[in-house]
């Protein structure tokens, strides 16, 4: 990598412990259950669930008028409750003896470790006056006797770690399926990448994951497929495929690490994004659906599930809107606070649930959704604005050093890229645009 002229920094994450289901007394733990209606990770449920037989039909229909009354949607797998518990003080005595024994702390291992996914020995030294720790014992699935203990990762010897799991309440007599682990690793800055996820110094490498500065499965699974996505159309000299900060979390994310840089392992949380109202779960489909068919991922069967459904959300948002009841509107009356979908006089008892969400969200959010869209537009007048490859920021005066060193590190594509950058200012946007117009000047 520094021989292809990439720029290396280092890292540190932390895993903990598994342990042996069998071997806890969870009745000491408090039982956390998930959320009523199960929530799932997917719009398409076909892999996930049966539809009943009603009358000689078996598919699914999208609109009040059209969806079979008595359909049964039955749930395939279950859904298995976490338990929440605490270290003790007995932990935190055993940890302080032996921190010399831990690599975090020998010095053994020196990068940056992520600042929200502390280890058990940085909660205890930073956290001195706690007498506990709160500690989340996770199935790792279905068919698995393993508990993940989240909260609880650490780089202490396996030995020391037998001896602390039996000092959380509930795992007195907790056996080790897995020991917790550190790692220390080089990633990339990734300031020096494309946002398609392309090095800028190697045409044809493109980077996703750990690599790239980030931390945790969902991110790296996010990036993999983005990468993925512009290598093969590269190899296929289709046009790449990049997401705005107003699409997709992915492309907040994205757009984060190659404008700002990362100098801690970067996870993606809905505060990094300004336009989250506009990034929700309920329309995700609505938002990423057209580009997943577009670049063959999403089969047309699937996109054909999601026309419906699209079909049935307008439906059922024009029924509300001329449907009155006492004089109102029922889109007017599911707009108060107190009001949801499910107690909505004249509501639809036959849409599927996820209609009915984004029916809901669209007409309680659409005060503020219009104002973020506002914002979107502006943002996209200075997403569209590109900075033309021949532009040389050396040759801008009155730009300042710091400003134009790190214009040339990025080499941003467009203006707001540009803006996003920490510690360019407006006035210096301001002089990169008056040399744009001027249009290329000779040598």
Same mark, same amino acid.
């Given at each position: 990598?520094?021989?292809?002229?990439?720029?290396?920094?280092?890292?540190?994450?932390?895993? %903990?412990?598994?342990?042996?289901?069998?071997?806890?007394?969870?009745?000491?733990?408090?039982?956390?259950?998930?959320?009523?209606?199960?929530?799932?990770?997917?719009?398409?449920?076909?892999?996930?669930?049966?539809?009943?037989?009603?009358?000689?039909?078996?598919?699914?229909?999208?609109?009040?008028?059209?969806? %079979?009354?008595?359909?049964?949607?039955?749930?395939?797998? @279950?859904?298995?409750?976490?338990?929440?518990?605490?270290?003790?003080?007995?932990? @935190?005595?055993?940890?302080?003896?032996?921190?010399?024994?831990?690599?975090?702390?020998?010095?053994?291992?020196?990068?940056?470790?992520?600042?929200?996914?502390?280890?058990?020995?940085?909660?205890?030294?930073?956290?001195?006056? !706690?007498?506990?720790?709160?500690?989340?014992?996770?199935?790792?699935?279905?068919?698995?006797?393993?508990?993940?203990?989240?909260?609880?990762?650490?780089?202490?010897?396996?030995?020391?770690?037998?001896?602390?799991?039996?000092?959380?309440?509930?795992?007195?007599?907790?056996?080790?399926?897995?020991?917790?682990?550190?790692?220390?690793?080089?990633?990339?800055?990734?300031?020096?990448?494309?946002?398609? +996820?392309?090095? =800028? #110094?190697?045409?044809?490498?493109?980077?996703?994951?750990?690599?790239?500065?980030?931390?945790?499965?969902?991110?790296?699974?996010?990036?993999?497929?983005?990468?993925?996505? /512009?290598?093969?159309?590269?190899?296929?000299?289709?046009?790449?495929?990049?997401? *705005?900060?107003?699409?997709?979390?992915?492309?907040?994310?994205?757009?984060?690490? #190659?404008?700002?840089?990362?100098?801690?392992?970067?996870?993606?949380?809905?505060? *990094?994004?300004?336009?989250?109202?506009?990034?929700?779960?309920? /329309?995700?489909?609505?938002? +990423?659906? %057209?580009?997943?068919?577009?670049?063959?991922?999403?089969?047309?069967?699937?996109?054909?599930?999601?026309?419906?459904?699209?079909?049935?959300?307008?439906?059922?948002?024009?029924?509300?809107?001329?449907?009155?009841?006492?004089?109102?509107?029922?889109? !007017?009356?599911?707009?108060?606070?107190?009001?949801?979908?499910?107690? +909505?006089?004249?509501?639809?008892?036959?849409?599927?649930?996820?209609?009915?969400?984004?029916?809901?969200?669209?007409? =309680?959010?659409?005060?503020?959704?219009?104002?973020?869209?506002?914002?979107?537009?502006?943002?996209?007048?200075?997403?569209?604005?590109?900075?033309?490859?021949?532009?040389?920021?050396?040759?801008?005066?009155?730009? *300042?050093?710091?400003?134009?060193?790190?214009?040339?590190?990025?080499?941003?594509?467009?203006?707001?890229?540009?803006?996003?950058?920490?510690?360019?200012? %407006?006035?210096?946007?301001?002089?990169?645009?008056?040399?744009?117009?001027?249009?290329?000047?000779?040598?």
């Amino acid at each position: 990598m520094r021989d292809l002229g990439l720029e290396l920094g280092r890292l540190k994450t932390g895993t %903990p412990p598994r342990l042996l289901r069998k071997d806890l007394d969870l009745e000491r733990t408090e039982v956390q259950h998930g959320d009523e209606p199960v929530p799932f990770f997917t719009h398409w449920k076909s892999d996930l669930f049966h539809v009943e037989q009603n009358e000689g039909r078996d598919q699914l229909h999208h609109s009040c008028d059209s969806y %079979p009354r008595g359909s049964v949607l039955a749930r395939v797998g @279950a859904q298995l409750p976490c338990y929440v518990t605490f270290t003790t003080p007995r932990t @935190a005595e055993l940890i302080r003896a032996n921190l010399h024994r831990s690599p975090l702390y020998s010095g053994e291992i020196t990068g940056v470790g992520p600042r929200y996914c502390p280890s058990i020995e940085d909660k205890v030294v930073r956290f001195a006056d !706690k007498e506990r720790h709160q500690i989340f014992l996770e199935p790792e699935g279905t068919d698995t006797d393993e508990i993940y203990v989240n909260g609880f990762a650490t780089s202490l010897p396996f030995d020391l770690q037998v001896d602390l799991v039996r000092t959380i309440v509930g795992c007195e007599r907790a056996e080790i399926a897995r020991a917790g682990y550190a790692v220390e690793y080089d990633f990339v800055l990734p300031t020096q990448l494309e946002l398609t +996820l392309e090095t =800028k #110094v190697c045409r044809n490498l493109f980077l996703a994951g750990q690599i790239n500065g980030t931390s945790g499965y969902e991110e790296a699974g996010a990036q993999g497929i983005l990468a993925g996505i /512009n290598a093969a159309r590269r190899v296929q000299d289709r046009p790449p495929i990049t997401l *705005r900060r107003d699409q997709a979390y992915l492309g907040v994310l994205v757009d984060d690490l #190659v404008t700002k840089g990362t100098t801690e392992p970067y996870r993606m949380f809905t505060s *990094r994004a300004e336009y989250r109202l506009l990034l929700r779960q309920d /329309n995700a489909d609505h938002r +990423l659906a %057209p580009i997943g068919h577009e670049v063959g991922l999403l089969s047309r069967p699937r996109y054909g599930q999601f026309l419906q459904r699209q079909h049935a959300v307008a439906q059922e948002l024009a029924r509300l809107e001329t449907t009155r009841h006492d004089g109102q509107t029922l889109a !007017k009356l599911l707009k108060r606070p107190e009001v949801t979908y499910a107690t +909505l006089p004249g509501r639809c008892e036959r849409l599927p649930i996820e209609v009915t969400q984004q029916v809901e969200a669209i007409l =309680k959010y659409a005060g503020y959704v219009e104002r973020q869209e506002v914002e979107v537009s502006r943002f996209l007048e200075m997403e569209t604005r590109e900075i033309p490859d021949w532009l040389d920021f050396d040759r801008i005066p009155g730009l *300042r050093t710091e400003s134009r060193q790190k214009l040339n590190k990025i080499r941003p594509r467009t203006l707001g890229q540009a803006g996003r950058i920490s510690g360019i200012s %407006p006035a210096d946007l301001s002089l990169v645009m008056v040399w744009i117009r001027r249009g290329r000047v000779p040598a």
